[in-house]
């Protein structure tokens, strides 16, 4: 079993630069693939980045595709999501997700553990 601990949200100015962390608490951290979510006030909880466990193998959701970058570090069982360019429509909560497997899945009901989230506010 894993805990996470997403950190690094807050309120920015559209265009800004931010960069979320989420921490792992918990044994076999490169045994995990892992992802981070979001999830819009009155909308449904929506694929935005994940990570193979060796790092080898992204997948990133359109509407982020050149904006955001998933990353992780096995050593610090920590996995990051860096993001650039920010727009309004990006403001949501965003939870960081792992799942025990070595494919790479963007459905949110396939992973296994989640975190609290980390509130980003974009203002225009």
């Known amino acids: 079993q894993v805990q996470l601990v997403e950190s690094g949200g807050g309120l920015l100015q559209a265009g800004g630069s931010l960069r979320l962390s989420c921490a792992a608490n918990?044994?076999?951290?490169?045994?995990?693939?892992m992802a981070w979510f979001r999830q819009a006030p009155g909308k449904e909880r929506e694929f935005v980045a994940a990570i193979s466990r060796s790092g080898g193998i992204t997948r990133t959701a359109n509407s982020v595709k050149g904006r955001f970058t998933i990353s992780r570090d096995n050593a610090k069982n920590t996995v990051y999501l860096q993001m650039n360019s920010l727009k309004p429509e990006d403001t949501a909560v965003y939870y960081c997700?792992?799942?025990?497997?070595?494919?790479?899945?963007?459905?949110?009901?396939?992973?296994?553990?989640w975190g609290q989230g980390t509130q980003v506010t974009v203002s225009s």
């Open positions: 918990g044994r076999a951290f490169s045994s995990y693939t």
């Open positions: 997700a792992a799942k025990g497997t070595s494919v790479v899945p963007i459905l949110a009901e396939e992973y296994e553990y």
